[in-house]
Nanobody, 121 residues
Framework: QVQLAESGGGLVQAGDSLRLSCAAS????????MGWFRQAPGKEREFVSA????????NYADYVKGRFTIARDNAKNTVYLQMNNLKPEDTAVYYC??????????????WGQGTQVTVSS
């Protein structure tokens, strides 16, 4: 069982940066691949980024590639999402997620509660 708690969301202007954090419970954090998803009002939840067990592999959705960076600190049981050059279309609730397998589409086994990111133009 893994419990995830996101933090770091807020209201920013276009072009600003934010760093989201996701703290995980338990002693098996390094055995999980971690990911970030987001859901905008009226839209389905979509994949943003994922990182493998020790951070050696990462994936990004095309719409955030070059602007967002995922990282993890296994000593702190925490995964981060550094978001630069934010755009109004990045406005969404951002969710942290975990799964044990790296291969294939990222289908989470565990979800956090989400943190709101709002980008004004």
């Amino acid at each position: 069982q893994v419990q995830l708690a996101e933090s770091g969301g807020g209201l920013v202007q276009a072009g600003d940066s934010l760093r989201l954090s996701c703290a995980a419970s338990g002693r098996t954090f390094s055995t999980y691949c971690m990911g970030w998803f987001r859901q905008a009002p009226g839209k389905e939840r979509e994949f943003v980024s994922a990182i493998s067990y020790t951070g050696g592999r990462t994936n990004y959705a095309d719409y955030v590639k070059g602007r967002f960076t995922i990282a993890r600190d296994n000593a702190k049981n925490t995964v981060y999402l550094q978001m630069n050059n934010l755009k109004p279309e990045d406005t969404a609730v951002y969710y942290c997620a975990a799964r044990r397998d790296w291969d294939g589409p990222f289908r989470p086994e565990y979800w956090g509660q989400g943190t709101q990111v709002t980008v004004s133009s």
